[in-house]
């Protein structure tokens, strides 16, 4: 792809988007476009209209959206169907309006029904029922991945869905009721140690899995989809491995150097029991992951410790 190709990243500033900017810098791209959501609030459709129409955008990629753990998920049930379904519609087919040439759409593997089989692979999209914590960010990106499927079909265009599984990295949200469960372990146990090695309670039995992959690593799957011409509408992005979030909080405890005991909250929820994700298809594509946990998890939190960190709230 052209250096000089104009790429609007949107959600430049989250977690997901700042990986994606500072990728695509360190690979010469040299015409970039980002927006504060204080500038152009992507939940309203003439402002987003008005944006495509003078900036001309050539390609587009979705890293906007209203993100957060299971609590907030749990608890926000509008603000994740409703926001999600504004950003995404209203850039989809401002793109598609305004000849957006290529368009890279982020969903997440909890698009894939709870119980379905493990690994999950792409093909078991729609096929049962959802997890209820979430179903409602779920079917906002269902919605999002059909939109570009539905404008690949009809018209012929480049728009791709990538599916990632949870991620982590710098610049993420350590707020501890909306965050997701890596960066909230990595605050508690640091504070915690912090605070004469107070215990740490965490979230429901520690049972479910989980699969975790760099940000970094997205970033270059993006990457790679930007400059590849995918020849399906839907990927998995992932590790293919994962762990119970019991052995996470161990890994986290150990990395950290926190004394004190693990408590569990059973009062919480535990969410899916599994979402681990079939990725041969992106990595047949061409790509892999390439950070291991361990160290990902190590340099997380030295980002931390060296950094402001974030707080995403529920307005
Ligand atoms: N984090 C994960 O574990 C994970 C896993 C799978 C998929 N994903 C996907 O990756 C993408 C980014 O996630 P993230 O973790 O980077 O989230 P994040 O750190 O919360 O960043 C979200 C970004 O979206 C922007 N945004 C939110 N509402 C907006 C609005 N109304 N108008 C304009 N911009 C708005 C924010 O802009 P401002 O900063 O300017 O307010 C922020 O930069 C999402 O599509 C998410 O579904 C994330
Ligand atoms: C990728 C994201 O996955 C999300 O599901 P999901 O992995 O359960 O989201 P997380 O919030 O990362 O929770 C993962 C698991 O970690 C447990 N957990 C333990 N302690 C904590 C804690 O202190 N904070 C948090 N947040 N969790 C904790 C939590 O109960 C759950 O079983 C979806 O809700 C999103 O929509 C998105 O898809």
Not at 38 to 67: M, S, W
Not at 211 to 235: G, I, M, Q, R
Not at 297 to 304: L, M
């Amino acid at each position: 792809m052209d250096k000089n190709t104009k790429i609007y990243v949107a959600g430049h500033r989250g977690m997901v988007g700042s990986a994606i900017w500072r990728n695509l810098k360190a690979k010469g791209y040299t015409n970039l476009i980002g927006k504060t959501s204080k500038e152009l609030d992507l939940r309203n459709q003439a402002e987003v209209e008005l944006f495509f129409r003078t900036e001309k955008p050539e390609v587009v990629i979705d890293a906007a959206a209203r993100v957060g753990g299971i609590l907030a998920n749990n608890d926000y049930p509008y603000h994740f169907l409703m926001e999600n379904l504004q950003i995404q519609n209203n850039l989809i087919d401002a793109a598609h309006q305004n000849k957006v040439q290529k368009f890279i759409f982020l969903g997440s593997s909890c698009i894939y029904p709870k119980h379905a089989p493990q690994p999950l692979k792409e093909e078991y999209l729609l096929t049962d029922t959802l997890e209820p914590t979430n179903e409602w960010y779920a079917i906002a990106k269902i919605a999002g991945v059909k939109a570009c499927e539905a404008i690949r079909k009809q018209y012929g265009k480049d728009f791709v869905s990538l599916m990632p599984t949870n991620l982590y990295g710098p610049n993420d949200n350590f707020d501890l009721k909306t965050s997701h469960v890596l960066p909230a372990m990595i605050r508690k146990f640091h504070e915690a140690k912090e605070n004469t090695n107070s215990n740490v309670k965490l979230w429901g039995s520690g049972t479910p899995m989980r699969e975790f992959l760099h940000v970094d690593d997205l970033a270059e799957a993006v990457s790679f989809a930007l400059e590849n011409k995918l020849e399906d509408h839907l990927y998995n992005v992932g590790t293919g491995e994962d762990l119970t979030i019991k052995k996470l909080a161990e890994t986290i405890q150990e990395i950290v150097g926190h004394k004190g005991e693990i408590k569990w909250d059973s009062s919480k929820p535990d969410g899916t029991p599994r979402k681990l994700m079939d990725v041969s298809k992106m990595n047949e594509q061409g790509w892999k992951a390439k950070i291991e946990l361990k160290g990902g998890i190590e340099k997380t939190y030295q980002w931390f410790l060296d950094n402001e960190y974030r707080e995403v709230i529920v307005k």
